[in-house]
């Protein structure tokens, strides 16, 4: 089954939407002269990356943060999107600035090739928990331990061919005839 993007997105956000709903609704007594509630704005809005969603797939995976947790630096296959279920969350990713707080009802977005640099529960006396939802090609290895390195040898192998093809073709148009 292939899936786009766009309908990958979609999908999660109604996933989200469910979630916040969800908790919203046990918090909540119903009452039947309640006026209708205005729509609410997005939980989360993030430009994707340019790949193609063809032989991937999402692992969406719980992940407990104890009271006082500090996670490693790590990095992932693909991307990630992440929501907060319970608690509060800080973290930094490569390439975002410095560090942010996330609490129940929020997302953050990992983009492909970052390093998870920050990764702690921001409370030493109550649990934190994500819901974590890994867009990654089929067998990747999904979480991988320390910064994520340059592009792989193979396409700096691809850009290095691709760069001497153009100085070759660039020499060949400016050659004398």
């Given at each position: 089954?292939?899936?786009?993007?766009?309908?990958?997105?979609?999908?999660?956000?109604?996933?989200?939407?469910?979630?916040?709903?969800?908790?919203?609704?046990?918090?909540?007594?119903?009452?039947?002269?309640?006026?209708?509630?205005?729509?609410?704005?997005?939980?989360?809005?993030?430009?994707?990356?340019?790949?193609?969603?063809?032989?991937?797939?999402?692992?969406?995976?719980?992940?407990?943060?104890?009271?006082?947790?500090?996670?490693?630096?790590?990095?992932?296959?693909?991307?990630?999107?992440?929501?907060?279920?319970?608690?509060?969350?800080?973290?930094?990713?490569?390439?975002?600035?410095?560090?942010?707080?996330?609490?129940?009802?929020?997302m953050f977005y990992e983009q492909p090739g970052a390093t998870h640099e920050v990764s702690r529960?921001?409370?030493?006396?109550?649990?934190?928990?994500?819901?974590?939802?890994?867009?990654?090609?089929?067998g990747s290895v999904l979480t991988t331990p320390g910064p994520a390195k340059g592009p792989s040898?193979e396409d700096a192998e691809d850009a290095e061919k691709s760069t001497l093809d153009s100085i070759?073709?660039?020499?060949?148009?400016?050659?004398?005839?």
């Amino acid at each position: 089954m292939v899936i786009t993007r766009r309908e990958a997105v979609a999908s999660f956000a109604v996933l989200a939407d469910w979630l916040v709903a969800s908790a919203q609704a046990d918090a909540q007594t119903p009452s039947s002269s309640a006026p209708p509630t205005p729509p609410r704005p997005p939980v989360f809005k993030q430009d994707l990356p340019n790949v193609t969603l063809d032989d991937w797939e999402v692992t969406v995976s719980h992940v407990d943060y104890p009271p006082g947790r500090i996670g490693a630096v790590h990095h992932h296959a693909g991307f990630v999107l992440a929501y907060v279920l319970e608690g509060a969350v800080v973290t930094r990713i490569s390439e975002q600035g410095e560090e942010k707080t996330y609490t129940v009802g929020q997302m953050f977005y990992e983009q492909p090739g970052a390093t998870h640099e920050v990764s702690r529960n921001a409370s030493q006396t109550q649990p934190a928990k994500l819901l974590a939802m890994i867009f990654a090609k089929k067998g990747s290895v999904l979480t991988t331990p320390g910064p994520a390195k340059g592009p792989s040898a193979e396409d700096a192998e691809d850009a290095e061919k691709s760069t001497l093809d153009s100085i070759s073709m660039r020499s060949a148009i400016l050659a004398p005839a």
